[in-house]
């Protein structure tokens, strides 16, 4: 699961720093500065977490706080947006702006991440012991059974 969460955060912070340097690159945005300001705050910190992964490793606490700022910055958006700064926003900037789907889901991955790791089992092929290191006597009274 986390790392499901990793490559998830990598492609979601591909997809927005994709999408800001577009709107920065035209400049005809309705956006305001301060929720630019905290998407690239975010892309930095994703960022940083990608580049921990791959000199040592990322703690699930981290991932945990990344989602969860995730969320909070996508309500702070949705309300700041709406209430304070009525703008409209395009399907294309939703991507920086989040949408009332992305707080959900963040606090659905964040509690499947911490609950995964000792609830699950996992499922494979089991190996059987070669016949040689099976004792004579259970061998013959299988086939006795049979």
């Known amino acids: 699961m ?3 969460m990793f490559y998830l ?12 340097g577009i709107v920065l690159t035209v ?9 630019l300001a905290l998407r690239g705050v975010m892309i930095v910190g994703a960022m940083v977490l990608i580049v921990k992964k791959y000199v040592s490793w990322v703690r699930r606490s981290e991932m945990t706080a990344y989602y969860l ?3 909070a910055l996508a309500v702070f958006n949705l309300i700041y947006l ?4 009525p703008t409209d926003v395009s399907s294309f900037e939703l991507i920086i702006t989040g949408t009332l789907i992305a707080p959900f889901l963040n606090v659905v991955l964040v ?7 000792s609830r699950y089992a996992l499922a494979g092929k089991e190996e059987l012991p070669d016949e040689d290191a099976i004792p004579s006597q259970v ?6 059974q049979i």
């Not at 955060?9 to 800001?20: D, G, H, I, K, R």
């Not at 400049?27 to 929720?35: D, E, F, N, Q």
């Not at 709406?82 to 700064?85: A, L, M, Q, V």
């Not at 509690?111 to 790791?117: D, V």
Request: aromatic share 6%; hydrophobic share 50%; proline share 2%.
């Open 9 to 20: 955060m990598a492609v979601e912070t591909l997809a927005a720093s994709l999408v800001m």
């Open 27 to 35: 400049g005809t945005t309705s956006l305001p500065t301060m929720v």
């Open 139 to 144: 061998r013959t009274q299988a086939v006795k």
């Open 2 to 4: 986390k790392k499901f």
């Open 69 to 71: 700022l995730d969320a």
């Open 111 to 117: 509690l499947l991440l911490h609950y995964s790791s």
């Open 82 to 85: 709406s209430i304070f700064n």
